[in-house]
């Protein structure tokens, strides 16, 4: 009944999957893998305190486990109740002191909530772990940055950087370091590389404009509010055609204002 349910699941046949696993739970009633299983299934379903209920279900056969409680970490995190998912991630950790991706999940959940030191404290540990893990690298830099430790930052997104080049969260918040550090020049040349590999992020043009004002590169800066704006605009004009699918005023309006010159 599990292996149906996978094979339904992987079809998009999402109620009758759980039809199947809820029959699997009725013949094994303590199966742990299966309330996780329609527990996920659940999740995409919308149906959130049902799948919530069999999270802790899992959790209360499987007491020695520490997947359940990661697992219900990331729904909780996903819904943004981040200190009841640092008790599951932190469970799951205790549980297993080598699970690398708790870790993960608990240090990006403590920036989530300002806690700068602990999340670095998690990343440090992950990388222990993981040695070398570009994403480690670049959200311990982001935590260090946020803690003031501006070249322990900078030596982090440079290794972020050498191992994954193409990162452009990397070289913006390498560039966020300088800015920092007031290396204002450097910081421009980053903010350029981040915006190179993501030409449509917002966030990297507002950064750039800012070192260039502290530069008083005026006609730059205004360039970069323009392109800022255009990008917003754009934002705007794709969720009226997300919440409009079948509405061709919407794709003909967003059609228009991609063939402008920013």
């Known amino acids: ?9 992987q079809q998009r046949q999402l109620r009758k999957a759980v039809e199947s696993l809820s029959l699997a739970i009725g013949l094994e009633p303590e199966n742990t893998e299966a309330y996780l299983m329609r527990a996920g299934i659940l999740v995409q379903l919308g149906q959130n305190a049902s ?12 007491t020695d486990e520490p997947r359940p409680h990661f ?34 999940h608990r240090g990006l959940t403590y920036l989530t909530l300002g806690k700068h030191d602990l999340a ?16 480690a690298l670049n959200n311990r830099g982001y935590a260090r940055l946020k803690t003031g430790r501006f070249r322990d930052a900078v030596a ?45 992020n917002a966030r990297y043009y507002m ?30 004009l794709s969720r009226n055609v997300a919440r409009n699918p079948k509405s061709a005023a919407g794709y003909i309006q967003r059609a228009s204002h991609l063939l402008e010159q920013r």
Do not use: C
């Not at 799948?51 to 499987?62: E, K, P, S, V, W």
């Open 156 to 200: 982090d997104f440079q290794a972020a950087i050498s191992l994954k080049p193409d990162s452009p969260s990397a070289y913006n918040n390498l560039g966020l370091a300088h800015y920092e550090m007031q290396n204002y020049e450097a910081a421009v040349a980053q903010f350029a590389e981040a915006i190179r590999r993501d030409l449509h």
């Open 1 to 9: 009944l599990i292996e149906a349910a996978k094979q339904l699941a």
């Open 51 to 62: 799948a919530l209920a069999d999270y802790g279900t899992a959790i209360r056969f499987a």
């Open 207 to 236: 950064h750039r404009r800012a070192a260039y004002l502290k530069l008083d590169k005026q006609q730059l800066a205004e360039a970069d509010t323009r392109t800022i704006q255009w990008l917003t605009d754009l934002a705007k």
């Open 71 to 104: 697992l219900r970490g990331v729904f909780l995190l996903t819904r943004q109740q981040n200190e009841r998912a640092v008790g599951d991630f932190s469970e799951a950790i205790r549980l297993d002191p080598q699970y690398a991706t708790a870790y993960n």
């Open 120 to 135: 670095a404290a998690d990343f440090d540990r992950l990388l222990q772990l993981r040695p070398n893990e570009a994403e």
